[in-house]
Structure formats: structure tokens, C-alpha cells
């Protein structure tokens, strides 16, 4: 079964016309990678407190669908009690092409990166819709975290800006990846990337982690060296101290969509400044 659910969010991404710039052929995403975490896996249980007691376990997202009626996030009728087995995770990587386009800016994204940020994200969406109702044509239940009628970002936690699921540490339990400087996620694939999730009650063989600890795949965290990121940052968001989330988002969220929001024909734009002209662009350094 792990086969034939990696097949058809390849098959998705692939073929599916929301992975589209808009009136041409190039995607915004190239072939994703896929794993997944047990639901019980203790990690999840741990993020209440590396996040946020805030931050919800795939069983307590399972016990509060009782009685909501999004069509969107259970694949059957309203049912307390079942339990979730898996958390299926998968990584969007950006292709080459727009990762390139971004390497040469400096303080705003270029228009491909703002369009995947944007259109990118819609198609994220629909990836997520789809492959619940792909499990529920299965027989199984299922939710995508993201659109849970208890989603919430909090603005003010002890880590900062954070929400009641991640889907970078859903990733890091499935082995998808581990943090970086900059709180990316470094994947084989490298750090410029869309992350999605589903929980479900389809028991599927976990995968390996392969990696030392939360931070292995990052070379200022591995080994002291590089921290090419924190040069990269047009404002000042990343130091050898980490990631201040505050004035990041402020850049992100408010100063590049008023600059080149309307140029760019998008509401969202992302920066990914620290995600390119990096080691870790691409793939794991």
C-alpha cells in the first residue's frame, strides 16, 4: 500500500494542471518525496513541549472531527473514537528553474518564486483534498492537519510564531528532513520546498530516519562551518543565534507584497532568500 499511495501523489503532482504556471507547461513543483510517521510516534507527543503544549497530537486532531462537517478533512461520515495509524508526509520541491530565478535577488523574490509561493500553495491544497478522498475511496479515514477547523497560528509562544501542527516536524518524524539556521526543513532535495500532510487510519510501515539529530543535515549545526543563510537575509531575520520570526515575517508578509505584489499579479509572495545561492539549496551538503 505504501506503493501505491507514493504513486499516486507522484501522479498528482505530475499530472495535474494546478502544477502549472499560469498559460504555460513548466510546474511549480518536480517530483515529490514521500514518507511516514507512525501516529503514535513519541516525537509528536514531544512537540508539546518543543513547541507548545498548544501544538495537537494526530489523536487528539482525530477526536476533535467528531461532529464537524467540512467535507474537506474526513473522508467518512462524523465517528469519535477511531484511531489514527499514520501520518503520511511528502515535500514539494521547487524546480531548478525557480530556484535559479531567485538566486540573483536581494531583497525581494523573484515573480517565479512569488508565483509558487502563491499558486504553488493553492496546488498544495488541492494535493492535500485529493489525497484524502483517494484513501477514503479505499475504505479508510482520513484528514489533511491544514484545514482541521482547529488549526491556529499563535503569534506570541516561547519559539515565537508557531501553529497547533507543523508540517516541517510532521516531515522530520517521517524522515523527510532535519532543521536548519534559518528553521527550514533540509530535505535530500535541499530546503526550497511546499510540505503537506495526512492523517489517516491506514496502518503503513514507517520510514527511517536517517539522521543523527534534529539539526544534522545543517552544516552551521554539524560542524560550525557555512551560514551562508545568514548573509542572504535582506533585514537582519537569521545571526548565529537562529531565526527571529518577528522581523522575518514582518519582511515577508508586509513589506515584499506591497513592493511587488501587484507587479507580480499575487497576494503572497514568500521570500526564500535563505533558501537559495546556499549549500543546501538543493540537497543535503
Not at 491544514?146 to 510532521?170: L, M, N
Not at 532543521?179 to 500532510?197: E, W, Y
Not at 520510514?207 to 545568514?230: D, E, M, V
Request: hydrophobic share 35%.
Amino acid at each position: 500500500m505504501e506503493k501505491i499511495i507514493c504513486d499516486e501523489i507522484r501522479r498528482f503532482v505530475r499530472e495535474d494542471a494546478g502544477n502549472r504556471f499560469p498559460g504555460r507547461e513548466e510546474r511549480y513543483f518536480d517530483e515529490p518525496l514521500i514518507g511516514f510517521a507512525a501516529a503514535d510516534d513519541p516525537l509528536f507527543t514531544e512537540y508539546k513541549t518543543v513547541i507548545g503544549d498548544f501544538h495537537f497530537t494526530p489523536a487528539e486532531m482525530a477526536a476533535q472531527l467528531a461532529g464537524e462537517g467540512d467535507r474537506h478533512l474526513r473522508s467518512q461520515s462524523p465517528e469519535s473514537g477511531w484511531t489514527p495509524r499514520t501520518v503520511i508526509c511528502y515535500v514539494l520541491p521547487i524546480t531548478d528553474a525557480t530556484r535559479a530565478s531567485n538566486r540573483p535577488e536581494t531583497m525581494y523574490p523573484s515573480r517565479a518564486w512569488a508565483q509558487t509561493r502563491m499558486h504553488g500553495e493553492t496546488f498544495n491544497g488541492a494535493l492535500r483534498r485529493h489525497l484524502v478522498s483517494f484513501l477514503a475511496a479505499a475504505g479508510h479515514r482520513a484528514f489533511a492537519p491544514q484545514f482541521h477547523p482547529c488549526w491556529k497560528e499563535y503569534s506570541d509562544t516561547p519559539v515565537g510564531i508557531a501553529s497547533s501542527w507543523s508540517e516541517r516536524h510532521a516531515a522530520y518524524a517521517a524522515g523527510l528532513g532535519t532543521f536548519s539556521l534559518n528553521d527550514a526543513l533540509i530535505t535530500p532535495r535541499g530546503i526550497g520546498h511546499r510540505l503537506g500532510s495526512v492523517i489517516t487510519d491506514l496502518a503503513l510501515r514507517p520510514s527511517q530516519k536517517p539522521y543523527a539529530h534534529r539539526t544534522y543535515n545543517c552544516l552551521f549545526h554539524r560542524n560550525g562551518t557555512c551560514g551562508a543563510c545568514i548573509t542572504r537575509c535582506p533585514v537582519g531575520a537569521l545571526s548565529k543565534e537562529g531565526h527571529d520570526k518577528q522581523i522575518c515575517r514582518q519582511h515577508v508578509y508586509g513589506t515584499v507584497p506591497q513592493a511587488v505584489g501587484e507587479t507580480y499579479g499575487v497576494t503572497a509572495t514568500g521570500c526564500g532568500l535563505c533558501q537559495t545561492r546556499i549549500p543546501c539549496e538543493s540537497r543535503i551538503p
